[in-house]
T-cell receptor, first 113, second 110 residues
Framework: SQTIHQWPATLVQPVGSPLSLECTVE??????LYWYRQAAGRGLQLLFY??????ISSEVPQNLSASRPQDRQFILSSKKLLLSDSGFYLC????????????FGPGTRLTVT | QKEVEQNSGPLSVPEGAIASLNCTYS??????FFWYRQYSGKSPELIMS????GDKEDGRFTAQLNKASQYVSLLIRDSQPSDSATYLC??????????FGTGTRLQVFP
């Protein structure tokens, strides 16, 4: 069966510090991978998605970036965090063919102080 | 017009009642429809998928799809306090992405 991992679970970072969040998937090959952010009491905002190694599509221009160095690894980064980057960061995967139902990892709660 | 719309709630129902959650979508070409449950502080969990018009039942959950009316719903029978959560509707619009609604908060009171 497939499993998705995210770490860390919680993170408190000062404004201006860098960020690296990691997501890995087990039990499947060539998955589609997605990064979402959910602000407190809000809906899911798609940040990036990837259909293969090195292939990243950005949905929202901002100070975040994503990379996919391996088939089942997806990394979300920032060089300098802003207060507005606080939120619940979720990684998800889907099969690379339809119907594209997505399965979420446990999430990382980021607080920028 | 939002692509996927849900009433934010809260929808309050007594224990044992049927909870009815609704979702409308704007893209007539949408092909796949999903319901996720999200407990407070947790990540969304897929609970139902539906791809063709009609009803699909899984335990206490029934998903209903009407493509002509661009409407998908989730019925929860014999609601329990443990069903209290936010329910997210998601739609696949012929791409490899899902469009999520903002969710309906359900409260089941004893």
């Amino acid at each position: 069966s497939q499993t998705i991992h995210q770490w860390p679970a919680t993170l408190v970072q000062p404004v201006g510090s860098p960020l690296s969040l990691e997501c890995t998937v087990e039990g499947t090959s060539n998955p589609n991978l997605y990064w979402y952010r959910q602000a407190a009491g809000r809906g899911l905002q798609l940040l990036f998605y990837s259909v293969g190694i090195g292939q990243i599509s950005s949905e929202v221009p901002q100070n975040l970036s994503a990379s996919r160095p391996q088939d089942r690894q997806f990394i979300l980064s920032s060089k300098k965090l802003l207060l507005s980057d606080s939120g619940f960061y979720l990684c998800a995967w889907s099969l690379d063919s339809g119907p594209y139902e997505q399965y979420f990892g446990p999430g990382t709660r980021l607080t920028v102080t | 017009q939002k692509e996927v719309e849900q009433n934010s709630g809260p929808l309050s129902v007594p224990e044992g009642a049927i909870a009815s959650l609704n979702c409308t979508y704007s893209d007539r070409g949408s092909q796949s429809f999903f319901w996720y449950r999200q407990y407070s502080g947790k990540s969304p969990e897929l609970i139902m998928s539906i791809y063709s018009n009609g009803d699909k039942e899984d335990g206490r959950f029934t998903a209903q799809l009407n493509k002509a009316s661009q409407y998908v719903s989730l019925l929860i029978r014999d609601s329990q306090p443990s069903d209290s959560a936010t329910y997210l509707c998601a739609v696949n619009t012929r791409t490899d992405k899902l469009i999520f609604g903002t969710g309906t908060r359900l409260q089941v009171f004893p």
